[in-house]
Every structure is written in structure tokens, then in C-alpha cells.
């Protein structure tokens, strides 16, 4: 184990790794941030809405997983510069940005202020943070230090929290600091799967299947890979996959390998489907690679696969060379548009 840790510092000269492994941290540390910022109760509205890009979006979704039928209301992530035509004066929006700088997250703010909406941020400052002082919006102030797509857990807290003070769903606190626990206890076994993990995948490149609570997580792993291994990486949630992509693996020539995340919660004709699409796939495929989500709760789960995620992509760029946490491509995108 300490020699893969040291594999993967090699290159890490930013301690992505450390960052990654103190999650269960994180998570804590998110709930006594979201309790001193006091947000205030929305009940009357009729939808939550989280507006965030890439790191800091991803909590929405993993939020609306872990609270699955608990939702009575809609919870909906938007990734991009406008709230849906549809969006009522009422809802609850969580404008996420790590950085707080970044354009399509503060167009929304202002949509969102256009629109009636009841506001909350969530970051660590810039222009999302100087504007929301400015309007008296409240803020759950994050820490800085580190690449947003690893303040996860923070934006996944901030999201379950936005369900609550909308009423769409109870607060999950209680779980959240179970799964912290949890994470703890089996930091060492994700360690040695995700290891494992990037030995079966080898170098072909990665589709990651998701379904339910793991469709979101499937999304997660293949933007990791992306961001930190600088990789091509690709996912889709079935069951709509198996009535249309399932067919081109045909082509794959064994390029690509599949990786399905499966959890016990899943319809039992997902879990099905799962089965049937492996071994459909598997002439065709560098692997087919089957990974279950191990916990009691759904946070739990869901925690437990982002982690893993986290690590594999870890692993990628060590095999691949590179530091995981600089992300130069996207830094090019924004400075190309004078986004800052
Ligand atoms: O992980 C990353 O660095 C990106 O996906 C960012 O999260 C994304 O570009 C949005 O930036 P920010 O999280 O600062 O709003």
C-alpha cells in the first residue's frame, strides 16, 4: 500500500492525494460551515435549483442520488449561463462556484435575481462572493487550497442542504457524518481496489455505466479522468445505454473497456441489464470490469464510489505521467475566452 501512495505522490506535487483521502473531513467540516452560515428556511419553494460547471455542478447531481425518494420536490443541477424558461419566481438557488469567478455561475446569479429567486452561494470568494456580500445573499464560505473538483464533498453538503431549506427533502446530516465514518474505516480497502482497478483497465480507455445512485458517480469517474489523468474517459447511464451505444461496442476492437457500477438499490431489471450488456460487450472490450458499491446508507455509497473514483483517476495519471491536479487545458479555455 505505502509503495502504490508513493507511486501516486510522484507526480503530486500539489498532495491531490491527501486532499482526496480527508473527504470524510471535508464532509464535517461542510456541515459545521453550512450550520454557521444560517441559511434561512425557503418552504414555499416549488423548486431547487443548484447552477454550478464542471467540480463544482457535480454536487447537485450526487445530491439528488443520495436523497432518491426522499425528494418531494425538484432538485435540478444547470450547467450553463441561463435557469431554465420554466423556473419559478420562488425557487431555491444555489449558485456553486469554487473559484466564484466563473461566468456561466454568475450569469445565473443574476438570473436567478431577475427571476425572484431566493439565493444562496456557496465559495471560497471572487466575484460570486463580492456580489452576493454586496446583495446581503448568504454565503457558506469553503476553504481555499485546493482544485475545485476536490471540494466535492463540500458542494455535495451545500446541495443537500438547499433540498432542505427548500422542503424537498429532510436534512441528511446524521448520514453525512455516518458516511464520514465509514469512509474512514474503508479508506484502506478503496485504496487497494482503485489500484486494482487501473490494472484491469490497463490503457484502453474507460466507459463508465451507471444506473440510479451511480449514474451521477459514473459521470463523476469519467470527468476525474479527464481532469486529473488527462485521459479520454467516457459515461453513460443505462438503462438508456443498452437500447443504443451498446451496439457500437462492436467497433471497439478492444480499445475501450467498460467499467459498471452497480448498488444493491438499483431496479432489479438494471441489475439485469447490467449482466446482460457485460457479457454482450466483453468480445469486444479490453475488460469488462464490474465494481459494487459497499456501505449501508445511500450517502455512504454514493461517498464511497466518489472516493474510489477519485483514486483511480489518481492512479491514470501516475501511469500516464502527469500531475493530476493542474488542469492546463481548461486554464487555456478561459484565458482563450477572457474568462477569469
Ligand atoms: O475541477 C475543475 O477545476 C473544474 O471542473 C471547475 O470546477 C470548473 O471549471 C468551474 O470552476 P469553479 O469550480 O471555480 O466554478
Request: negative net charge.
Amino acid at each position: 500500500m505505502e509503495g502504490q501512495a508513493d507511486d501516486l505522490r510522484a507526480r503530486d506535487s500539489e498532495g491531490l492525494l491527501e486532499t482526496v483521502l480527508a473527504l470524510p473531513d471535508h464532509l464535517r467540516d461542510a456541515l459545521w460551515r453550512i450550520e454557521s452560515a444560517r441559511l434561512r428556511p425557503v418552504p414555499d419553494a416549488s423548486a431547487a435549483i443548484v447552477c454550478g460547471m464542471g467540480g463544482s455542478a457535480i454536487g447537485g447531481d450526487l445530491a439528488v442520488a443520495a436523497l432518491g425518494d426522499l425528494l418531494t420536490k425538484p432538485l435540478l443541477t444547470v450547467r450553463g449561463y441561463e435557469l431554465p424558461s420554466w423556473a419559478p419566481a420562488g425557487a431555491a438557488v444555489l449558485c456553486s462556484s469554487y473559484s466564484g469567478d466563473t461566468e456561466e455561475t454568475l450569469a445565473c446569479y443574476a438570473a436567478a435575481e431577475a427571476l425572484g429567486a431566493d439565493r444562496v452561494v456557496a465559495t471560497t470568494g471572487g466575484q460570486l462572493a463580492d456580489s452576493a456580500r454586496a446583495d446581503g445573499v448568504p454565503v457558506v464560505g469553503l476553504p481555499s487550497g485546493m482544485p475545485p473538483r476536490a471540494a466535492v464533498g463540500y458542494m455535495f453538503c451545500v446541495a443537500t442542504e438547499l433540498a432542505a431549506i427548500a422542503e424537498a427533502a429532510p436534512a441528511i446530516h446524521t448520514e453525512i457524518d455516518g458516511a464520514a465514518t465509514h469512509l474512514e474505516m474503508r479508506a484502506e480497502a478503496v485504496q487497494a481496489r482503485a489500484a486494482e482497478i487501473a490494472d484491469l483497465l490497463g490503457d484502453a480507455v474507460p466507459v463508465f455505466y451507471g444506473a440510479g445512485l451511480t449514474s451521477p458517480v459514473a459521470y463523476r469517474w469519467k470527468t476525474q479522468v479527464n481532469e486529473n489523468g488527462k485521459l479520454p474517459a467516457f459515461s453513460s447511464p443505462l438503462p438508456e445505454a443498452s437500447h443504443n451505444e451498446i451496439a457500437g461496442w462492436e467497433g471497439s476492437r478492444q480499445r475501450l473497456a467498460c467499467v459498471m457500477l452497480s448498488d444493491v438499490d438499483q431496479h432489479p431489471r438494471e441489475i439485469r441489464r447490467f449482466e446482460a450488456t457485460g457479457e454482450l460487450i466483453e468480445p469486444h472490450a479490453a475488460a469488462v470490469i464490474r465494481v459494487d458499491a459497499e456501505g449501508v446508507t445511500r450517502t455512504a455509497r454514493l461517498l464511497e464510489m466518489v472516493m474510489l473514483g477519485d483514486l483511480l483517476s489518481l492512479h491514470l495519471a501516475a501511469r500516464h505521467g502527469v500531475a493530476p491536479s493542474p488542469i492546463q487545458a481548461i486554464d487555456a479555455l478561459k484565458a482563450k475566452l477572457g474568462s477569469p
